[in-house]
């Protein structure tokens, strides 16, 4: 490949800063959806893409019409009583939701250089992070349209979990310049561990999300005034995810120490040394829920905790796949701008 191929340095730089920033809106609209969640949201605005049948949301119930509960009344879950906060938190949800949208498109436009210059895989990942999104949002019209139905909540947050990763994997390899790891070192064991380290922790966010499930049928029995007794109301799913979480950090601290040792490159080390913090901390935010009565701020953070988590990951079991992606790519590392 001669210099002539190259995309050049003012528009390889702009698809990076693109891509990071629409990896970090993302993370935005994940907190936004666990925000919904935590307060018990998900309805605050029944239709969609309309909210109570406005672009606008109201801020008080004379702007609804005067029979707006027997209109709405059903998919509202029983609040009867309009709820502007509710409605205003869904809706700043749907609003980062389509923000989101917008700068996944702007980074698809982006990637054009690398379809006509290479390497166009950057380009086919953009394009099929463009589509999915706009599958996310109609599984998110779905979760309206169905109520909340827990399998399509699932679905919506594990379609965002591949979403993170197409992102994550384009911000990777688009900023890829020289090796990472040392020479001498196994990295076939520690891809193979890396893979499981993944595996394992989307099980677990999957259980989470059953958990949370779980949590809204206690809450539908109880209220959110009750909160410090949701947890002795859970069942056996609660208990599974909490002990499942033993092996999390037991497989993430093996993992993260070898890869420390592995390479003395500072990006690793820094993401490494992040993973663990974010591990810290979740695990920490855990307990907080599980014996400090689930405190709001908690929920949201939990999950957007583990999705930072899981992303670091796979940025590390990308970075471990160097040689592999230089020769899929038909490049040598003095070509990847």
């Known amino acids: ?158 379609l965002a979990i591949v979403i993170v990763f197409i992102l994550l994997y384009l911000l990777t390899w688009s900023n890829f310049t020289k090796a990472v790891f040392e020479k001498g070192i196994n990295k076939d064991m520690l891809r193979r561990t890396g893979w499981m380290v993944i595996v394992l922790s989307v099980i677990q966010i ?10 809204d049928e206690v809450i539908r029995a109880l209220g959110y005034q009750a909160r410090h007794l949701w947890i002795e109301e859970l069942d056996s799913r609660f208990y599974i995810h909490r002990s499942f979480s033993i092996i999390i950090v037991a497989v993430n601290l093996f993992w993260l120490v070898r890869i420390k040792k592995s390479s003395k490159h500072k990006s690793v080390q820094n ?23 689930v405190p709001p701020f908690a929920q949201p953070l939990h999950l957007v905790l583990a999705i930072v988590m899981i992303g670091l990951q796979f940025v590390i079991w990308l970075l471990l796949d160097e040689d592999k992606f230089l020769s899929r790519m038909n490049l040598s590392r003095e070509e990847l701008v």
């Open 1 to 158: 490949m001669t210099s002539s191929t190259h995309i050049d340095f003012n528009a390889s730089r702009r698809f990076r800063r693109l891509a990071l920033n629409t990896v970090i809106s993302l993370y935005f609209l994940i907190i936004a959806g666990g925000v919904v969640r935590s307060t018990g949201a998900g309805m605050g605005c029944p239709d969609w893409p309309r909210c109570f049948g406005r672009w606008v949301p109201p801020t008080e119930v004379s702007e609804l019409p005067v029979n707006y509960k027997e209109i709405y009344g059903a998919k509202l879950k029983g609040e009867i009583e309009f709820n502007p906060v509710k409605t205003w938190i869904e809706y700043v949800n749907r609003l980062t939701g389509a923000f989101t949208g917008v700068m996944i498109f702007l980074t698809l436009l982006a990637s054009l250089p690398y379809f006509r210059k290479g390497p166009k895989r950057i380009f086919y990942y953009s394009l099929a992070a463009f589509i999915l999104v706009g599958l996310q949002g109609w599984l998110g019209a779905k979760v309206v349209s169905s109520e909340l139905m827990p399998v399509m909540i699932t679905l919506h947050m594990l």
């Open 271 to 293: 993401i490494a040394n992040a993973c663990l913090l974010v591990l810290g901390v979740e695990l920490f935010s855990g307990i907080l829920m599980a014996y400090l009565g």
């Open 206 to 215: 999957v259980l989470g999300t059953q958990v949370r499930e779980n949590m």
